[in-house]
């Protein structure tokens, strides 16, 4: 290998130079460390952050319903299309689906699909890692025991704080960007390896402890019929809409991630397995994150709708009352905090992957400017919690917007492109060898899921979104 390669393997995606053969661009070195990757950009804040929060304002059981069956009936085949798409082309989202439409003898303006996915990546990545900047300013709160012996006001009180300060907000987010930016500029594969290893054990260990902890003190039962006895009275269409952009951002759909982590798989794993796999984990995480949360909600009197701030409220007054739990928060928010980090890597290598392999630009180069561009357009989500609180479009401030539209729209967006792009574009016998489902029935059933269910569910959220239904 020359230097050149083998820094490119170390690096994933390194190849400076669009010509260079796609085995320079390096492969993750085994079906593990793929699911890894994978699991790793799927849990994140969307399962500990979003998830309750959005469950809380839509009402509960019925809507943790719709969310696991549009899990199962779009997410999951959508994200072995995605995976499938990415290592047959072996680029960026962008040049790979370009190359196989060219495969296809079909138009490459398809290519749409991919790079309208790096860009949804990149703008969800400015929003997330203001988020991300939430949970890192929360481990030195946790672990100097500001929040010992606080209720639900005051805790409260002390999220609104974080939120009034343009500068701790603009310093966390920086930080998560830099550390982000750090790990895709100089090894993606060995920071994420070896940060997941540990991680992803880690996490479920401590979400399961809390879970037993909310058991013990808070309101459990309530919290379980809550989040499990579906009350279809509390689901609106909204919810219903909600619901599906909530399956696209939590498997990481729609923007180009996936597909850029199929990119460097190897031959012969198997992709219908490992996506359910990695859907599992997600939602299981996601579950327990609830059960977490919800008997401390209920346990303190405070309300399930409260809003985007509801774990950073209510998990901390735990925190303050176990024993032991400046230590336990602080680890639990470091946790996060890498949970996050591993899935902003991901939002990131789609772009940055694009810049390189499009443009020739070096990896650091391609680094420093979508760093740059990124920490500019995170001061819109900074301040519209201070500052711009007031400006609003759509009743909606900068942070809010930016999340409804890529979330609710354009990941959709991408997503039915890419069902429409491999159910109708692409040549049956060309999927059927590229996803290499074996067993005939299952191909059959996903294909046929592919083509026509997928499509339809995501037509129906928009006409909703749109009034038309
Ligand atoms: N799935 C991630 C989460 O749940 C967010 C994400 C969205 C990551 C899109 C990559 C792409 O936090």
Not at 52 to 77: D, H, K, Q
Not at 211 to 231: I, K
Not at 262 to 282: C, N, Q, R
Request: hydrophobic content about 55%.
């Amino acid at each position: 290998m020359t230097d050149k390669s083998s820094i490119a393997a170390g690096t994933l995606g390194g190849a400076s130079v669009r010509t260079q053969q796609s085995a320079a661009r390096g492969l993750w070195s085994s079906r593990w460390v793929f699911f890894l990757a994978a699991t790793g950009s799927a849990v994140g804040l969307g399962n500990i952050w979003k998830f309750p929060y959005i469950t809380g304002e839509n009402g509960g059981g019925a809507f943790v319903l719709v969310y696991l069956g549009c899990i199962l009936l779009i997410g999951i085949p959508l994200l072995m299309a995605e995976v499938m798409i990415g290592r047959r082309g072996r680029q960026n989202p962008d040049g790979a689906v370009a190359r196989l439409a060219r495969e296809a003898g079909a138009n490459t303006k398809w290519r749409v699909a991919g790079w309208l996915g790096g860009l949804t990546g990149f703008l969800i990545l400015s929003f997330y890692l203001v988020v991300a900047g939430w949970a890192l300013s929360y481990i030195p709160t946790t672990l100097s025991g500001t929040f010992s012996g606080v209720g639900g006001d005051a805790s409260g009180e002390l999220f609104n704080g974080l939120l009034a300060s343009p500068m701790r907000l603009i310093v966390c987010g920086t930080l998560v960007l830099a550390a982000t930016m750090l790990i895709v500029g100089f090894g993606v594969r060995g920071g994420l390896e070896r940060s997941l290893r540990f991680l992803m054990p880690g996490l479920f260990v401590l979400l399961l402890g809390l879970v037993g902890y909310a058991a013990v003190t808070g309101e459990f039962l309530q919290a379980l019929a809550f989040l499990f006895v579906p009350d279809f009275s509390a689901l609106t269409a909204t919810s219903v809409l909600i619901a599906l952009g909530h399956a696209f951002f939590t498997l990481s759909l729609g923007a180009g991630a996936m597909m850029v982590y199929g990119s460097y798989l190897p031959e012969g794993t198997s992709i219908a397995k490992t996506s359910v796999l990695v859907a599992l984990a997600d939602t299981v995480v996601a579950l327990l994150a609830g059960m977490a949360i919800f008997p401390l909600v209920f346990g303190n009197g405070l309300e399930p709708g409260a809003g985007p701030g509801l774990i950073f409220v209510t998990l901390p007054i735990a925190f303050g009352q176990m024993p032991l739990g400046q230590v336990v928060g602080g680890l639990f928010f470091v946790m996060l905090v890498i949970a996050a980090l591993t899935s902003a890597i991901s939002l990131s290598e789609p772009s940055i992957a694009w810049m390189t392999e499009r443009f020739g630009l070096s990896r650091l180069k391609a680094v420093l400017v979508s760093g740059g561009l990124l920490w500019v357009l995170s001061l819109g989500s900074v301040f519209s919690f201070n500052l711009w609180a007031d400006y609003q479009l759509f009743g909606k401030t900068f942070f809010d917007s930016l999340d409804y539209l890529t979330t609710n729209w354009l990941m959709p967006l991408g997503g039915l492109m890419t069902v429409l792009f491999t159910g109708w574009v692409m040549k049956e016998q060309t999927v059927r060898d590229a996803i290499g489902i074996r067993h005939g029935g299952l191909f059959r059933a996903w294909w046929l899921l592919l083509r026509f269910g997928t499509p339809l569910a995501i037509v129906l959220v928009f006409l909703n979104l749109s009034g038309l239904i």
